[in-house]
């Protein structure tokens, strides 16, 4: 091909580095706990997206085998690994997108709050790494607690100079992939056709899925709504019991992801009507980050939109997700202020 470079391996072979190198169209994405339970599927589903040029396999343990298991596929996008904080620098310089899904998992009987301890330190330090190397990348944030991991990110970069609200968002897709998945088992429809917003945040009852704006427009017995909301806030715990102590989910939340991420780069190319939900930084409620839809855009979040018209069940959700999401978003806050 005319705009390929080639370079001479120690053997001699030829080896054609033309997209690594530059000039193809597609985004630079990172993954951070690329070798993880979630991690892996991410990176291979990452790897055959169209949109990405250059796939950055970045973990603390195991990336060189994942990324030359991962490189062999023959999609276009170039991989690279790195391993170990040494390399954190190399792995983050020139990326457009990073993902989180960096840090420890649930077992049960576990809240997400119960992992702070040891995952506000994880996003810490990388979020110190991305303000240092790629401050204007966007960043999807899936380690948890979500509700506070987002807050610990943002005073993170506001320490740097470098925080741009717009370009940090918590990954909720999950939410939304459940919430679909579960309305249209109720509705008897394919779930591709289904579309529910879930605000507020990602733990329990900050998860708020509005049946009452259901697309297509539908009408739920109280009794398929109690067990919706239900369904769709345990989602998580759900999954925790059912692997009995092997982790929470990595294949559902890897699909989810992608589709997140995919959206972001589809925002960052400039397409229009790019609408998914996340959570991020807010005025939708008196708190500072609160989950909604959000217009991606070539500067990330462009637009957070507000939550429109609630009925009696979901106004009363409302208030409980407040009351928690408000403590927990001040625990990650303070994490970095204390
Ligand atoms: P996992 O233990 O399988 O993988 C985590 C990976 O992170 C491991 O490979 C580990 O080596 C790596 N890691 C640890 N410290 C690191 C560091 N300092 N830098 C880089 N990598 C590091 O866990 P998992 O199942 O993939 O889950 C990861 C996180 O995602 C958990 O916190 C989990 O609760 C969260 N999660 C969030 C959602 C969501 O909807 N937002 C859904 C599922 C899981
Ligand atoms: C989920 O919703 O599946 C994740 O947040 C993981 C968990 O701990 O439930």
Redesign the pocket.
């Known amino acids: 091909p005319s705009n390929s470079q080639h370079m001479e391996d120690s053997c001699g072979i030829r080896r054609a580095n033309c997209r690594a190198k530059g000039g193809a169209p597609g985004f630079k994405v990172a993954i ?9 599927p991410l990176a291979m589903l990452m790897k055959i997206n169209p949109l990405v040029s250059v796939l950055h396999l ?6 060189p085998g994942v990324t030359a298991d991962i490189s062999h596929m023959d999609t276009g996008a170039v991989v690279r690994g790195f391993l170990g ?1 040494a390399q ?1 620098e190399s792995a983050l310089t020139g990326m457009d997108l990073v993902i ?7 077992k049960p009987g576990m809240t ?1 709050d119960d ?1 702070f301890n ?2 506000a ?2 996003v810490k ?2 979020c110190e790494g991305i303000a240092k190397s790629c401050p204007r990348a966007v960043v999807n ?6 509700n506070s ?1 987002v807050p610990i990110a943002a005073e993170v970069f506001k320490k740097a100079g470098t925080y741009d609200p717009k370009r940090l968002l ?6 939304v992939v459940r919430a679909n998945t579960f309305v249209a088992e109720v509705l008897g429809l394919d779930p591709r056709d289904v579309d529910v917003p879930v605000v507020g945040g ?1 733990a329990g009852v900050t998860i708020l899925p509005l049946l009452s704006q259901v697309k297509p427009p539908s009408s739920f017995t109280q009794e398929e709504v109690e067990y919706l909301t239900n369904r769709i806030q345990n989602g ?1 715990t759900e ?1 925790v019991e059912a692997k009995a102590g092997a ?4 294949l ?2 890897a699909y ?2 992608v589709k997140f991420a995919d959206a972001c780069l589809r925002g960052l190319r400039g397409d229009a009507g790019v609408v998914e939900c996340a959570f991020v930084s807010s005025q939708v409620t008196e708190l500072p980050f609160f989950a909604s839809k959000v217009r991606l855009g070539r500067n990330g979040a462009e637009e957070v939109f507000q939550l429109g018209p609630l009925n009696e069940y979901e106004r009363v959700g409302l208030e409980k997700a407040k009351k928690e999401l408000s403590a927990s978003i001040q625990k990650g806050v303070s994490f970095i202020r204390k």
């Open positions: 951070l706990g690329a070798a993880g339970g979630i991690g892996q970045y973990d603390v343990v195991n990336s904080q954190l989180i899904p960096a840090g420890v998992p649930r997400r992992l040891i995952n330190g994880i330090t990388l944030l899936i380690s948890n607690p979500v991991t918590g990954v909720t897709m999950l939410d990602h998580g999954v982790g929470s989910a990595t559902s939340m989810a992801a």
